[in-house]
Structure formats: C-alpha cells, structure tokens
C-alpha cells in the first residue's frame, strides 16, 4: 500500500471550499444526546432515545454510542439486574460487552496480543451472545441483536458458515442494512479467511441486487479498497488503476449515489467519503471532485483512517486537494 505521503499533494487553501472535519456522532444530534446520557449512567434518558428511534432508522448507531461509553458496563449490569425481563437493557449490555472487549484486545495484530488479553476478549464476547441471544428470542422482530452477533462472529471466529447464517438473520429483517453488509463484506475479505475472488463477488451481488439509488454501492468501493490495502507499493496502484477497476467503480456509483433515487439516509456522508477516496486512488480526478464536493467537508473516519490513523480529515483534505476541489 502506497503511503499518503507519496502522492505528494500540496495542502493549500481553496476558494470556497468547506472546511474539513471528522463529522462527530454521524452528524445525528440523537448520537450526542444518547451518548451524553451514557457518560451520566442517566438509563432513562438512554431508554427514551432508544425507544423513540425505530430500528430501521439508524438505532444500531445509537446503541453502539452507549456501547462506546467507556464505564457503561458498571450501571448496565445493574440495569439488567433490575429488569431481567426486558429485553432492551440487554441489548445495550451486550453491546457495550463488544466494544469493552475490544478495548481489551485493542487494535493491535493479533501476534501482539497476549494470551492474557485474548481471554479477556473472548470471555466478554461471549457475555455479549449469551445478552443477545436472549433479546433475539424475545424479540424476533429487532435487527440489532443479529447485527451485533456479526461483530461478536468474527471476534470469536465462528467460521464463514455461522457468519454467513448470521448476516442472513439481520437482512432477512432489513435487507438494505448497511452496517450489516459490510460486516459480512468483513467476513468474507482475504485477511478474515475469505478471499479477494469472494469478496468482490459479495460486493457486486449485493449492490446491484438492491434497488437503484441504494447505499450498498459503497460495498464495490471498499471492496477495491480492500485488495488495495493488501497490496504492497507499487502493484497496489497498479491494481486500482487498471480500467477494469475504474469501470466498476463507476458503475457502481450510476447504481448508487449517482441513481435519481438516491437517498440521504443513515450512513450517506460515509458511502460518499468511500468513493471519494476510491476514485483518488484510481486517478479519476473527476469523479473524486463529484464526492467531494457532495460531502461538504463532512469526512467519516472510515474509510480515511487507512491512510492517516491519527488524522483522518488530514488524509481526505490532502486527496481533495489532489482532486482540485
């Protein structure tokens, strides 16, 4: 993978231009209000934001911010002990369970893990399933469980056969849930024992099996993102400038953010960041500026932080300057 330091971009300011920055809490005030309430342990106010967003409308992103909140874990296992019938104290629990156990593991490679902080991990996630199973049987309408058992899947290693039986539990609730078709795009890349052939594969099978003007488009982007990163300097630019690549790229975003019925729903900022950078990095300067353009100086964490870890915007303001917008 080519570092971003090799394109040799020159920052400057632009006329007009928006500023750019890592857009905090999805740019959903109900993100901070929730998160907030976590900080404060004030489960009253988590439950009343929880309850007034329907799953179908970006509850998964809600949930996870209480999951973030470093401490959760001591009130929520309080909460469930109060109300061991409910099935929504359970569910925030086992997700808060997820994110605590990676903070265990940390983001290290997993040769630099020790045996201690795998345990950890593992003792945590299974914590979370056993939460989770509970809520997905009390209540066999709600995506989110099965969306957090993919998480809990592949830090555990279930295998592709269980992932995959998992995925299909979460979109046979939601078929167009973006945060579930990228955790199986996840599951099935190369570095997740899954290959480039497969990945690719799930991507298109998905993108253009939805409707036009869908989110999933995204999914063919990173998807070349992906055997991008897996590449060493040199072939990796090759590779995502062949035409072959190009072609697909566009061809995804006539079926996605290009498509009349595109629709700006939860997730959007971050399928544009997506193509913003995938089209940077095949040299198509044009359709990068589109994207860029489009965002408004609205820039999500992934896909940038595989070029910048510390600094994600600095990552997406130096290819849009690259892009001349």
């Not at 290009?258 to 095949?282: C, E, I, K, Y």
Request: net charge negative.
């Amino acid at each position: 993978m080519a570092l971003l330091g090799d394109w040799g971009v020159t920052l400057g300011k632009w006329a007009g231009r928006p500023p750019a920055r890592v857009e905090k809490d999805s740019g959903d005030p109900a993100v901070r209000q929730v998160r907030e309430a976590a900080e404060a342990a004030d489960w009253a106010t988590v439950r009343e934001v929880l309850e007034a967003r329907p799953e179908s409308e970006g509850r998964v992103g809600l949930l996870w911010a209480v999951g973030e909140t470093a401490g959760a874990e001591r009130w929520l296992s309080r909460v469930v002990e109060a109300e061991p019938e409910a099935p929504l104290p359970r569910l925030v629990a086992g997700i808060r369970q997820i994110n605590w156990g990676w903070e265990a593991r940390t983001s290290a490679r997993a040769s630099q893990v020790s045996r201690e902080q795998f345990e950890v991990f593992h003792s945590r996630l299974r914590t979370a399933e056993e939460w989770l199973y509970e809520v997905a049987e009390r209540e066999p309408g709600w995506v989110s469980p099965w969306y957090a058992l993919q998480v809990t899947g592949r830090g555990l290693e279930v295998g592709q056969v269980m992932a995959r039986r998992r995925f299909e539990a979460t979109v046979r609730r939601d078929p167009q849930h973006l945060r579930a078709h990228q955790q199986q795009l996840q599951q099935v890349c190369d570095k997740w024992g899954g290959s480039h052939e497969e990945m690719h594969a799930f991507a298109r099978d998905a993108a253009f099996g939805a409707p036009g003007g869908t989110l999933l488009g995204q999914l063919v982007a990173v998807a070349h993102i992906e055997e991008w990163l897996s590449l060493d300097s040199g072939p990796d630019a090759a590779y995502i400038r062949r035409d072959d690549v190009k072609a697909s790229l566009h061809r995804a975003a006539e079926h996605s953010y290009r498509h009349p019925d595109f629709v700006r729903g939860d997730g959007w900022t971050q399928v544009l960041n997506t193509f913003a950078m995938a089209f940077s990095l095949a040299g198509e300067p044009s359709a990068a500026r589109e994207c860029f353009r489009a965002t408004e100086g609205r820039v999500t964490e992934f896909p940038w932080y595989y070029l910048d870890g510390s600094d994600p915007a600095a990552a997406y303001r130096k290819l849009r300057s690259a892009a001349g917008r």
